[in-house]
């Protein structure tokens, strides 16, 4: 089983848009594929219509008392499950700070769903904290969406120091990506190739700033389940196919 965390410390970045989409196309690549929505918003949830709902709320999770199976949803799409969110997740971080490893307790949960899955995608929330620490000890791969702006790339420098400081760069493969990418603005050019020399690991598909993806709210859709021909749809594509070659065999667990 892979786990790929889709995060950034910054909001609104495409991070939702990138695991529902990418889920879906693990999925109808043959992939046995569990996409589990770690944000209070629950975004991932609505967008692949399930309800918010998590029995025992964060309480449970974040002490490691749930079984992951009994609260797996599938979704309408062959081989794609949900691990939906709720309004509960938002005290994560305190409720986390009770536990006894408290920055291992996504691994543990998901471990015994080893068997079940080939692939397991983190829908994170934004921000930095002890739920994060939890993506970053379970994840294999961490895919961190990165708009070409400054403060975007200013928060990918931030992780980046984390990750070092905290060793969790040992086994951590992080894999950042450019979102929203618009060739209308003037500065990202020049941006996108900075970040390409200092992180030479960036992923080379990039995904375009695109009008169809904020019909994924009004459809309920993944993109390329209502939109599969569209240059937005072949660049998450083309990034599964990038993505997939990097995770390969041989990752935990
Ligand atoms: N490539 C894109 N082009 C245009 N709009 C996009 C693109 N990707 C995402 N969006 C839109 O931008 C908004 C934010 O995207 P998304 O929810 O995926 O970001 P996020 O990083 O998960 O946000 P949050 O930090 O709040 O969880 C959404 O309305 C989404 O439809
Ligand atoms: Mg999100």
Same mark, same amino acid.
């Given at each position: 089983?892979?786990?790929?965390?889709?995060?950034?410390?910054?909001?609104? $970045?495409?991070?939702?848009?990138?695991? $529902?989409?990418?889920?879906? &196309?693990?999925?109808?690549?043959?992939?046995?594929?569990?996409?589990?929505?770690?944000?209070?918003?629950?975004?991932?949830?609505? *967008?692949?219509?399930?309800?918010?709902?998590?029995?025992?709320?964060?309480?449970?999770?974040?002490? +490691?008392? !749930?079984?992951?199976?009994?609260?797996?949803?599938?979704?309408?799409?062959?081989?794609?499950?949900?691990?939906?969110?709720?309004?509960? #997740?938002?005290?994560?971080?305190?409720? &986390?700070?009770?536990?006894?490893?408290?920055?291992?307790?996504?691994?543990?949960?998901?471990?015994? %769903?080893?068997?079940? *899955?080939?692939?397991?995608?983190?829908?994170?929330?934004?921000?930095?904290?002890?739920?994060?620490?939890?993506?970053?000890?379970?994840?294999? %791969?961490?895919?961190?969406?990165?708009?070409? !702006?400054?403060?975007?790339? =200013?928060?990918?420098?931030?992780? #980046? $120091?984390?990750?070092?400081?905290?060793?969790?760069?040992?086994?951590? =493969? $992080?894999?950042?990506?450019?979102? #929203?990418?618009?060739?209308? #603005?003037?500065?990202?050019?020049?941006?996108?190739?900075?970040?390409?020399?200092?992180?030479?690991?960036? &992923?080379?598909?990039?995904?375009?700033?695109?009008?169809?993806?904020?019909?994924?709210?009004?459809?309920?859709?993944?993109?390329? !389940?209502?939109?599969?021909?569209?240059?937005?749809?072949? !660049?998450?594509?083309?990034?599964?196919?990038?993505?997939?070659?990097?995770?390969?065999? +041989?990752? =935990?667990?």
């Amino acid at each position: 089983m892979n786990i790929v965390g889709v995060y950034s410390i910054k909001g609104g $970045v495409g991070k939702t848009a990138a695991a $529902v989409n990418l889920a879906y &196309l693990a999925a109808a690549g043959g992939a046995r594929t569990l996409i589990w929505d770690l944000d209070p918003q629950a975004a991932a949830t609505f *967008y692949l219509r399930v309800k918010p709902q998590v029995k025992g709320g964060g309480k449970s999770l974040a002490r +490691g008392h !749930a079984d992951l199976d009994d609260l797996v949803k599938a979704t309408d799409f062959p081989r794609l499950d949900l691990l939906p969110g709720d309004f509960s #997740m938002r005290n994560m971080d305190l409720l &986390l700070e009770d536990a006894k490893r408290p920055t291992r307790q996504l691994l543990r949960l998901l471990r015994p %769903l080893a068997e079940e *899955y080939d692939i397991v995608f983190l829908d994170c929330p934004p921000s930095i904290s002890l739920l994060s620490e939890n993506v970053f000890r379970a994840a294999d %791969l961490l895919l961190v969406p990165t708009v070409p !702006a400054t403060l975007s790339v =200013r928060t990918l420098d931030q992780l #980046m $120091v984390f990750l070092e400081d905290y060793g969790h760069a040992r086994d951590l =493969r $992080v894999a950042p990506f450019f979102s #929203m990418v618009d060739p209308q #603005m003037p500065l990202q050019t020049g941006v996108m190739e900075r970040v390409a020399r200092r992180y030479p690991q960036t &992923l080379v598909n990039a995904i375009p700033l695109a009008a169809e993806l904020e019909y994924m709210g009004v459809h309920r859709l993944p993109l390329p !389940a209502y939109a599969p021909i569209c240059p937005a749809t072949a !660049a998450y594509v083309a990034l599964w196919a990038e993505v997939q070659a990097k995770i390969g065999p +041989g990752a =935990r667990s």
